[in-house]
Protein backbone atom coordinates (compact mmCIF):
# COMPACT_ATOMS: atom_id res chain seq x y z
CA UNK A 1 0.00 0.00 0.00
CA UNK A 2 1.28 2.96 -0.73
CA UNK A 3 1.76 6.45 1.69
CA UNK A 4 1.56 10.02 0.64
CA UNK A 5 2.66 12.41 3.31
CA UNK A 6 2.67 15.85 2.53
CA UNK A 7 4.41 18.67 4.78
CA UNK A 8 5.65 22.35 3.46
CA UNK A 9 1.89 24.30 3.63
CA UNK A 10 2.00 27.21 6.03
CA UNK A 11 0.47 30.84 5.81
CA UNK A 12 2.51 33.61 3.41
CA UNK A 13 1.89 36.79 2.30
CA UNK A 14 0.49 37.56 -1.37
CA UNK A 15 3.81 37.46 -3.79
CA UNK A 16 5.21 34.82 -1.96
CA UNK A 17 6.39 31.61 -2.25
CA UNK A 18 6.33 28.14 -0.49
CA UNK A 19 7.58 24.73 -1.25
CA UNK A 20 5.66 21.54 -0.92
CA UNK A 21 6.76 18.14 -0.11
CA UNK A 22 5.83 14.69 -0.22
CA UNK A 23 7.32 12.14 0.31
CA UNK A 24 6.01 8.25 -0.58
CA UNK A 25 6.67 4.88 1.16
CA UNK A 26 5.41 1.37 0.09
CA UNK A 27 5.08 0.74 -3.08
CA UNK A 28 7.41 2.02 -6.55
CA UNK A 29 7.23 5.44 -7.21
CA UNK A 30 9.51 6.11 -9.88
CA UNK A 31 6.52 3.99 -11.92
CA UNK A 32 3.86 6.31 -11.02
CA UNK A 33 2.71 9.41 -12.33
CA UNK A 34 2.40 12.29 -9.66
CA UNK A 35 0.47 15.37 -8.82
CA UNK A 36 -0.59 18.07 -6.76
CA UNK A 37 -4.35 18.79 -6.33
CA UNK A 38 -6.31 22.10 -4.32
CA UNK A 39 -9.26 21.98 -2.49
CA UNK A 40 -10.61 25.12 -1.41
CA UNK A 41 -13.92 25.42 0.62
CA UNK A 42 -16.59 24.82 -1.80
CA UNK A 43 -15.04 23.74 -4.59
CA UNK A 44 -14.11 21.24 -6.66
CA UNK A 45 -11.10 19.58 -6.37
CA UNK A 46 -8.60 20.36 -9.15
CA UNK A 47 -5.62 19.61 -10.47
CA UNK A 48 -2.65 22.31 -10.05
CA UNK A 49 0.50 19.81 -11.51
CA UNK A 50 1.53 16.92 -12.73
CA UNK A 51 4.73 15.01 -13.56
CA UNK A 52 5.60 11.75 -15.75
CA UNK A 53 7.07 8.77 -13.80
CA UNK A 54 10.79 10.08 -15.43
CA UNK A 55 9.99 13.76 -14.62
CA UNK A 56 10.13 14.87 -18.53
CA UNK A 57 6.86 15.56 -18.74
CA UNK A 58 4.59 18.07 -16.86
CA UNK A 59 1.80 19.40 -17.11
CA UNK A 60 0.06 22.99 -15.63
CA UNK A 61 -3.04 23.90 -15.97
CA UNK A 62 -3.73 28.10 -16.60
CA UNK A 63 -4.38 28.56 -12.87
CA UNK A 64 -0.78 27.89 -11.93
CA UNK A 65 1.08 27.39 -15.00
CA UNK A 66 4.24 30.21 -14.86
CA UNK A 67 3.97 30.38 -10.85
CA UNK A 68 4.30 26.67 -9.73
CA UNK A 69 6.58 23.99 -10.63
CA UNK A 70 6.46 20.56 -9.83
CA UNK A 71 9.95 18.32 -9.91
CA UNK A 72 10.47 14.69 -8.42
CA UNK A 73 13.10 12.81 -7.15
CA UNK A 74 13.09 9.08 -7.76
CA UNK A 75 16.12 8.88 -5.41
CA UNK A 76 14.40 9.95 -2.50
CA UNK A 77 10.69 8.82 -3.23
CA UNK A 78 9.46 12.79 -3.50
CA UNK A 79 7.64 15.33 -5.38
CA UNK A 80 7.56 18.62 -4.74
CA UNK A 81 6.17 21.60 -5.75
CA UNK A 82 7.36 24.99 -5.64
CA UNK A 83 4.62 27.88 -5.45
CA UNK A 84 5.84 31.23 -6.52
CA UNK A 85 3.73 35.03 -6.77
CA UNK A 86 1.13 33.46 -4.42
CA UNK A 87 -2.42 34.92 -4.91
CA UNK A 88 -5.11 34.72 -2.11
CA UNK A 89 -7.02 32.58 -4.50
CA UNK A 90 -4.34 29.85 -4.18
CA UNK A 91 -5.51 29.05 -0.80
CA UNK A 92 -6.78 25.67 -0.56
CA UNK A 93 -5.80 22.20 1.13
CA UNK A 94 -2.77 20.80 -1.33
CA UNK A 95 -2.86 17.40 -1.73
CA UNK A 96 -0.24 14.85 -3.70
CA UNK A 97 -1.08 11.95 -5.33
CA UNK A 98 -0.48 9.31 -7.48
CA UNK A 99 -1.64 6.70 -10.17
CA UNK A 100 0.45 3.79 -11.81
CA UNK A 101 -0.56 4.69 -15.24
CA UNK A 102 -2.43 7.39 -17.35
CA UNK A 103 -1.91 10.62 -18.88
CA UNK A 104 -0.49 13.69 -16.86
CA UNK A 105 -3.10 15.35 -18.86
CA UNK A 106 -5.75 13.73 -17.50
CA UNK A 107 -6.96 16.15 -14.49
CA UNK A 108 -9.84 14.29 -13.07
CA UNK A 109 -9.11 13.32 -9.31
CA UNK A 110 -10.81 10.11 -9.55
CA UNK A 111 -7.91 8.79 -11.99
CA UNK A 112 -5.45 8.99 -9.32
CA UNK A 113 -5.16 5.92 -7.05
CA UNK A 114 -3.18 7.66 -4.08
CA UNK A 115 -3.50 10.30 -1.94
CA UNK A 116 -2.14 12.31 1.04
CA UNK A 117 -3.79 13.49 4.02
CA UNK A 118 -3.47 17.29 2.32
CA UNK A 119 -1.67 20.22 3.65
CA UNK A 120 -3.10 24.26 4.43
CA UNK A 121 -1.80 26.71 1.84
CA UNK A 122 -3.16 30.11 3.00
CA UNK A 123 -2.26 33.14 1.37
CA UNK A 124 -3.15 36.38 2.78
CA UNK A 125 -3.71 39.89 1.36
Known amino acids: QVQLVESGGGLVQAGGSLRLSCAASGGTFNNYVMGWFRQAPGKERELVAAISWTGYSRYYPDSSKGRFTISRDNTKNTVYLQMNSLKPEDTAVYYC??????????????????WGQGTQVTVSS
Open 97 to 114: AGKSGGSIYANNARLYDY
